[in-house]
DNA sequence: CCCACGACCTGTGGGC
DNA sequence: TGCCCACAGGTCGTGG
């Protein structure tokens, strides 16, 4: 699943073709996603003009000339392809999904300038919903989200307040969007790995230089993988070229048993399970 | 309130 | 080859 570098390198690979479009027609393929579709979902967005495409956290928001918003979550698996004129692009470097995929191409869109956008989900963890634009800050998805990791909110001072008292252990709280807004397992496994904090640690008893290291931990990483275009974690057959190439500087994620790639470090990767989601690290050199 | 855990849904890869 | 289990980038609801 796309996590933020994932959810904003197709933000970027979208708003070619949809920013300033006019949306002429919508598919929902099937009335529900992870949850049901907004009550007339087709025909809300129908002859509405995208103004602008952004993202808050792992959610992109299609700004509407209707006053709402198309909100979208890729859930797990979720992905879109854009094709223009015949030719086939899946903005996020996910590979072209194959024929026998079409059973999950749940939404497509069409614009009046002859883009068609086609939304695909496996496992249809992904939803979207038509809101009100000016309520979409108190609405339940967004109301309790914690800062943009990239943005200027997101400091050492702001993680001392969310982790005081914290029982838990670090990795778990990273998760918690409403801590931070953006990160999942992947880039809470490379920032503390970067930071040199053991995802064992509880989240109130990090020093407070060392959530400092965090804090910059976690805007490199997820600068690079940005610039990256995110990580691709599964193959898929016929890609186009366009595939998020992070996961290759991957440092402990997916690397149980093999060299902590710190230099002079000499520890070996460990996976382990928490909140029941696989955590890699590196037993000696994260503490 | 905090936290752990199962549920949601489908596909894939590894081991036997 | 086939079968079964574990696991997958996220989030939500329940229950202690």
């Known amino acids: 699943m796309p996590e933020l570098p994932e959810v904003e390198t197709v933000r970027r690979g979208l708003a070619p073709a949809l920013e300033g479009a006019r949306i002429a027609r919508v598919q929902a393929r099937r009335p ?153 397992n992947i880039y809470v496994v490379e920032a503390l790995h970067r930071a040199g904090i053991s995802p064992r640690r509880p989240a109130g008893k990090i020093s407070r230089p060392r959530l400092q290291a965090l804090v910059e931990a976690i805007r490199q990483v997820l600068q690079e993988a940005i610039a990256a275009g995110g990580s691709t974690i599964s193959d898929y057959a016929g890609t186009d070229g366009a595939l998020g190439y992070f996961q290759h500087d991957f440092r402990a994620y997916d690397r149980e048993g093999e060299p902590c790639l710190k230099p002079g470090c000499g520890g070996t990767i460990r996976r382990i399970v928490q909140a029941g989601r696989s955590t890699f690290y590196c037993p000696v050199c994260q503490r």
């Open 32 to 184: 529900d996603l992870r949850f049901p579709l907004t009550e007339g979902f087709g025909q809300r967005l129908t002859g509405a003009t995208v103004e602008k495409l952004e993202r808050r956290a792992k959610y992109l928001l299609a700004r509407l000339s209707t006053g709402e918003t198309l909100v979208m979550h890729l859930g797990m698996t979720g992905r879109f392809q854009v094709d223009v004129d015949g030719a086939v692009d899946v903005p996020g470097g996910f590979a072209e999904p194959t024929s026998h995929d079409d059973k999950h191409a749940h939404v497509v869109f069409d614009t009046e300038a002859g883009a068609r956008i086609t939304f695909f989900d496996a496992r249809r963890f992904g939803y979207m919903a038509v809101l009100p634009t000016a309520e979409l800050d108190e609405h339940a998805w967004f109301k309790g989200l914690g800062p943009e990791p990239l943005g200027p909110d997101f400091d050492a001072a702001h993680l001392a307040r969310a982790f005081a008292g914290k029982t838990q252990n670090v990795k778990a709280t990273l998760l918690d969007q409403r801590i931070v807004a953006g990160l999942g």
